[in-house]
C-alpha cells in the first residue's frame, strides 16, 4: 500500500455542491409548481423553501448556478414585481396591503408579509413611503382611494391548446391535486420527504400515456422514485 499519495489541496473544497443529486427535470418541475403556487410571479429561494416538497433552494442554486438561472429553467415568463416596482402605482401597493392585512386580520408584521402570497415586496412598501408603518398609516389615513386601475394582469392565453388529457405531461395543478390527495406519499411504499429526506415524489401514469392511459386524475398515482424508477420499462415517467 503506497501511503504517500499526493493529494492537491486546490481540488479539496469545503462546500459539498451535490449538483448530481438530483435530476434537473425533477428541479425544473419543482421550481414550476411553486411558480404555479405563487400565481405565476417571481419568487426568492426563501419562497421556494416555503412551499418546495422535492428539495431545498440551496440544491437548485448550486445545480443553476444562480437564482436567475433557475427561474430562467422554467421556460414560462413570470410576473416580475421587482422589475416592475416604479410601474406599481401607490394605490396597487396599498390595494395589496389591505388584501393581506385584512386576510390577516391585523396588520402584517415584516415576517408575516414575507410569508404571504403577496404581490410585492416588502421592500417596495419601505422605499415607497419611506417605512413600513408610514405604508401602513398611509392606508389607515384613506388619503389615496386604494381601487387600483386595472394594471398588472396577467396576458391572456390563447385557447388552443389539445384537452389536458390528451397530453403526456401532467400539469401543475393536477400535479398538485394528485399529490395532495395522496398525501404527498408514495402509494407503494409510503415514503414521504417529511419523513424520509431525499425522497423526490412523481406523479405517475396508472396506464401508461403510451398504452392509452389518459392524463386525468384517477390515473395518476404519486410515486417515489425509487418506486418510479423500479418499475418495468414499459411504464413511463411523468414529473
Ligand atoms: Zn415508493
Same mark, same amino acid.
Given at each position: 500500500?503506497?501511503?504517500?499519495?499526493?493529494?492537491?489541496?486546490?481540488?479539496?473544497?469545503?462546500?459539498?455542491?451535490?449538483?448530481?443529486?438530483?435530476?434537473?427535470?425533477?428541479?425544473?418541475?419543482?421550481?414550476?409548481?411553486?411558480?404555479?403556487?405563487?400565481?405565476?410571479?417571481?419568487?426568492?429561494?426563501?419562497?421556494?423553501?416555503?412551499?418546495?416538497?422535492?428539495?431545498?433552494?440551496?440544491?437548485?442554486?448550486?445545480?443553476?448556478?444562480?437564482?436567475?438561472?433557475?427561474?430562467?429553467?422554467?421556460?414560462?415568463?413570470?410576473?416580475?414585481?421587482?422589475?416592475?416596482?416604479?410601474?406599481?402605482?401607490?394605490?396597487?401597493?396599498?390595494?395589496?396591503?389591505?388584501?393581506?392585512?385584512?386576510?390577516?386580520?391585523?396588520?402584517?408584521?415584516?415576517?408575516?408579509?414575507?410569508?404571504?402570497?403577496?404581490?410585492?415586496?416588502?421592500?417596495?412598501?419601505?422605499? *415607497?413611503?419611506?417605512?413600513?408603518?408610514?405604508?401602513?398609516? +398611509? $392606508?389607515? #389615513?384613506?388619503?389615496?382611494? /386604494?381601487? %387600483?386601475?386595472?394594471?398588472?394582469?396577467?396576458?391572456?392565453?390563447?385557447?388552443?391548446?389539445?384537452?389536458?388529457?390528451?397530453?403526456?405531461?401532467?400539469?401543475?395543478?393536477?400535479?398538485? *391535486?394528485?399529490?395532495?390527495?395522496?398525501?404527498?406519499?408514495? +402509494? $407503494?411504499? #409510503?415514503?414521504?420527504?417529511? /419523513?424520509? %429526506?431525499?425522497?423526490?415524489?412523481?406523479?405517475?401514469?396508472?396506464?401508461?400515456?403510451?398504452?392509452?392511459?389518459?392524463?386525468?386524475?384517477?390515473?395518476?398515482?404519486?410515486?417515489?422514485?425509487?418506486?418510479?424508477?423500479?418499475?418495468?420499462?414499459?411504464?413511463?415517467?411523468?414529473?
Amino acid at each position: 500500500m503506497n501511503k504517500d499519495v499526493k493529494v492537491d489541496r486546490s481540488q479539496l473544497k469545503l462546500d459539498r455542491r451535490r449538483v448530481d443529486a438530483l435530476p434537473r427535470d425533477v428541479l425544473v418541475a419543482e421550481l414550476r409548481r411553486v411558480a404555479e403556487l405563487l400565481g405565476g410571479r417571481r419568487f426568492s429561494r426563501r419562497d421556494f423553501d416555503r412551499h418546495a416538497i422535492a428539495c431545498k433552494g440551496s440544491v437548485v442554486l448550486s445545480h443553476f448556478g444562480s437564482w436567475h438561472a433557475a427561474l430562467d429553467s422554467i421556460g414560462v415568463p413570470l410576473k416580475d414585481y421587482r422589475y416592475d416596482r416604479k410601474q406599481i402605482t401607490d394605490a396597487q401597493l396599498l390595494n395589496e396591503l389591505a388584501r393581506v392585512w385584512s386576510g390577516l386580520g391585523h396588520r402584517p408584521s415584516k415576517l408575516e408579509w414575507e410569508a404571504s402570497d403577496a404581490a410585492y415586496s416588502y421592500t417596495t412598501y419601505k422605499q *415607497r413611503f419611506g417605512g413600513w408603518v408610514n405604508a401602513c398609516a +398611509v $392606508l389607515v #389615513s384613506g388619503a389615496i382611494d /386604494i381601487k %387600483p386601475p386595472a394594471a398588472i394582469e396577467p396576458r391572456p392565453q390563447p385557447s388552443t391548446k389539445p384537452p389536458p388529457e390528451m397530453n403526456r405531461t401532467v400539469p401543475l395543478k393536477l400535479r398538485l *391535486r394528485v399529490l395532495t390527495r395522496d398525501k404527498f406519499r408514495c +402509494v $407503494l411504499c #409510503s415514503r414521504t420527504p417529511a /419523513i424520509n %429526506p431525499g425522497t423526490v415524489l412523481h406523479v405517475d401514469h396508472i396506464v401508461p400515456f403510451s398504452g392509452g392511459g389518459p392524463t386525468a386524475e384517477s390515473n395518476l398515482r404519486t410515486l417515489c422514485d425509487q418506486c418510479n424508477w423500479g418499475k418495468g420499462a414499459d411504464h413511463e415517467r411523468a414529473v
